[in-house]
Nanobody, 131 residues
Framework: QVKLVESGGGSVQAGGSLKLSCQTSETTGSDMIMAWFRQRPGKEREGVAG????????YYGDSVESRFTISHDNAKNTVSLQMNNLNPEDTAIYYC????????????????????????WGQGTQVTVSS
């Protein structure tokens, strides 16, 4: 079982930035898929950003496109989410998720936002954006 530990959540004013990090207990391999999800109050869990370690494309939810950037650091076994120009609608608990199995870019591009595709989850980190 892969262990994920998230950090970087907190409170920020609208227009501000935060960077979330997710430390994985497994070395990133080319068959790894990783994503960030969030659950806003009263809403279902939704995919925020995702990508395959084999690359090359990162995928984003419509509401965060151009504001959020997902990245990973192989040397540090870390998956990050840089969040800029935050607004109150971004207030949520954010979760990182990973899985290790072979995927194609085409398949992943159409399914990255489905939480059932990921096998390991972090404990979640709270992000609160005030107006």
């Amino acid at each position: 079982q892969v262990k994920l530990v998230e950090s970087g959540g907190g409170s920020v004013q609208a227009g501000g930035s935060l960077k979330l990090s997710c430390q994985t207990s497994e070395t990133t391999g080319s068959d790894m898929i990783m994503a960030w999800f969030r659950q806003r109050p009263g809403k279902e869990r939704e995919g925020v950003a995702g990508f395959r370690a084999a690359g090359p494309t990162a995928y984003y939810g419509d509401s965060v496109e151009s504001r959020f950037t997902i990245s990973h650091d192989n040397a540090k076994n870390t998956v990050s989410l840089q969040m800029n120009n935050l607004n109150p609608e971004d207030t949520a608990i954010y979760y990182c998720a990973v899985a290790f199995y072979y995927t194609t870019e085409r398949w992943y591009g159409s399914t990255w936002y489905s939480w059932s595709k990921y096998h390991s989850w972090g404990q979640g980190t709270q992000v609160t954006v005030s107006s």
